[in-house]
């Protein structure tokens, strides 16, 4: 760092410091009972800082900032960020076979007196950097670094191998375990707002969580389990109840590892354009979307459907070719739409994971979209679920991308390294309905990995605030189980009471994370803030598609209404939608 960068982040510093602080006789201390003490530190300062391990609030051995750098100003447009300084450490383990949480906290020159934790995905692995935006965020907005937020996220307390997200050989390790299913997010959290008060000297005023998937259970975990140490939470597409999903997932790979059960990518487009085909008008007007999903999904029905004429099922259920699906397909795709049913109680007292919405949802279709890599490597992938579990293996410079379902693997990984402890078990042997032996440890983890809890009144009562929102065609997490989280926090707590901290909205179209058909952009962010320190409760919201057409518009209804065409106006304009209920 230059002695010019050195002075800069000083007065950055003492300016920040002054503006929010004028007045006190002297620092608060924070809130994780460490006492602020002037001066501010510049960037270069925070190289070698170490915490205590009663600076956290779970057990560890203490942290340390193994790296402090500032990153010059780049970027242009909403894409500009200004300086900031990149902060790296490690939070170290009590179990020394257990692996560091690694985590990253952006400190920018220009600090807001904020900050907001990102979550992972998957089973993490990778470092959360916190330089992104939101998931789904606008494009017309800059990302929260860039708003002046102070940023960070971790890996969730272990390093990927090469299966990258989908690597669950840290569920051999007690702690490792229980880091990635929630204690990381606690240890990280106060790490993080630690170095965050001791480079500006100065509190952090509100803290905001923003995840999808993995992180939108994250999201659900902070704001249940540690209430007092966040504001607010946007949550997209929680993965809540993670261990009752890979359940879930170990009952579809097993069918679609039956002889002629997977469909290839030619096929999965011949029901995705016979559902668009049933269902694209049910909302009104032939737009491309499938909106009204209850109404598709109790019209559509893969054995009697046509596509331009020709029936969808193959001639006498047996596999023809590209332009048609077997029976044995199209009984892969129903156990994908219809509920795990189990024969035996998780922790929560439930029974039972919702199916997908399946009629109309991209598995991976073929397409010259930019995207529809990750959209086919988040859904049914390339290769047939088997034992042993075909490999992930990322593209290189002569070949693509190859996997199994993204799902497929992780109930592999899943009961290898967090049920069994064996990594030679044969995972598709293992029935999710009737798992005998391992039926009480099934029961542990969905304990320890769910996010069942459903009275957020410490949260709500102290000015909290949640934004959930789910794509209504995601080949991942199912948006049903959303709605059945959605339903039972209003049912447990009153709907009054929730509608005064909380909002759930879904999105035509959109898949998981990513969608060619619609990409969804939406400034969440500036919602919540609007929410929880200006008392301006969301109004009519609208989210923008980037990929499938873009610049078009939808409201962004609140379930369970969805996006109807009014009867005219430009169908590419949420003006041209109500909210309707199904």
């Known amino acids: 760092m230059t002695t010019s960068s050195n002075t800069r982040w000083v007065l950055g510093a003492s300016l920040v410091a002054t503006a929010l602080i004028t007045g006190c006789a002297g620092l608060p201390g924070s809130s994780t009972g460490i006492p602020i003490t002037m001066p501010a530190k510049n960037c270069a300062e925070l190289n070698g800082f170490t915490l205590a391990s009663a600076a956290i609030g779970l057990p560890t051995t203490g942290a340390a900032v193994t790296s402090a750098v500032v990153v010059p100003a780049a970027g242009a447009g909403m894409a500009a960020v200004a300086e900031y300084c990149k902060v790296l450490g490690d939070i170290n383990p009590v179990d020394p076979e257990a692996p560091k949480i690694k985590f990253q906290v952006n400190l920018p020159g220009n600090w807001n007196g904020k900050a907001v934790m990102f979550g992972g995905g998957g089973y993490n692995g990778v470092l959360a950097t916190g330089l992104a935006n939101v998931p789904a965020g606008p494009t017309d907005k800059p990302a929260p670094l860039a708003r002046g937020y102070a940023t960070f996220g971790s890996d969730s307390g272990h390093q990927a191998n090469a299966n990258g997200s989908r690597d669950g050989t840290f569920g051999a390790n007690d702690e490792a375990l229980k880091n990635f299913a929630s204690d990381a997010i606690k240890k990280t959290r106060d790490a993080a707002i630690n170095i965050i008060q001791t480079r500006y000297a100065s509190r952090v005023q509100k803290t905001y969580f923003a995840g999808g998937s993995t992180g939108g259970r994250e999201a659900l975990f902070a704001v249940q389990n540690w209430p007092q140490d966040f504001d607010g939470a946007i949550a997209l597409y929680p993965a809540w109840n993670a261990a009752a999903l890979d359940l879930q997932f170990g009952r579809i790979t097993r069918e679609l590892a039956k002889p002629g059960a997977y469909p290839n990518r030619a096929k999965r487009k011949v029901l995705y354009d016979a559902a668009l085909a049933a269902c694209d008008e049910l909302d009104g007007v032939k737009d491309g979307l499938i909106s009204n999903v209850n109404a598709c999904n109790t019209a ?283």
């Not at 949640?466 to 080949?475: K, N, P, Q, V």
Request: glycine letters at 10%; aromatic letters at 10%.
């Open 300 to 582: 559509f029905n893969p054995m009697t459907a046509t596509l331009a004429g020709q029936s969808v099922r193959c001639v006498g259920g047996v596999d023809t070719g590209d332009t048609c699906l077997s029976d044995a397909q199209i009984a892969g795709y129903n156990v994908t739409n219809t509920p795990l049913t189990l024969n035996y109680p998780l922790a929560s007292g439930e029974t039972t994971y919702p199916g997908f919405n399946t009629w109309g949802t991209d598995f991976g279709n073929p397409g010259s979209s930019p995207l529809q890599p990750t959209v086919l490597t988040l859904a049914l992938g390339t290769e047939q679920p088997a034992n042993p579990m075909p490999a992930v293996k990322p593209a290189t410079t002569t070949t693509v991308a190859t996997s199994p379902p993204y799902g497929a693997t992780f109930w592999d990984q899943w009961v290898k390294y967090f049920v069994t402890r064996d990594a030679n078990f044969n995972s598709l042997s293992l029935d999710p309905q009737n798992p005998g032996a391992y039926q009480s440890r099934i029961v542990q983890l969905t304990a320890m990995q769910d996010t069942n809890k459903t009275d957020l009144s410490a949260f709500a009562n102290k000015g909290g605030k949640i934004l959930m929102a789910h794509g209504s065609h995601d080949a991942l997490v199912s948006p049903r189980a959303t709605q059945q989280y959605w339903q039972r926090i209003r049912t447990g707590m009153g709907a009054a009471k929730v509608d005064n901290f909380a909002r759930y909205y879904e999105i035509p179209g959109y898949g998981h994370a990513v969608s060619s058909v619609f990409n969804a952009a939406w400034d969440s962010l500036t919602t919540l803030e609007n929410w929880v320190e200006k008392g301006i409760a969301p109004g009519p919201q609208t989210v923008a598609d980037t990929a499938g057409v873009p610049g078009r518009t939808r409201p962004l209804c609140e379930f369970p209404t969805y996006p109807k065409y009014a009867g005219a106006g430009d169908m590419n304009l949420a003006a041209s939608f109500t909210c309707a209920k199904p």
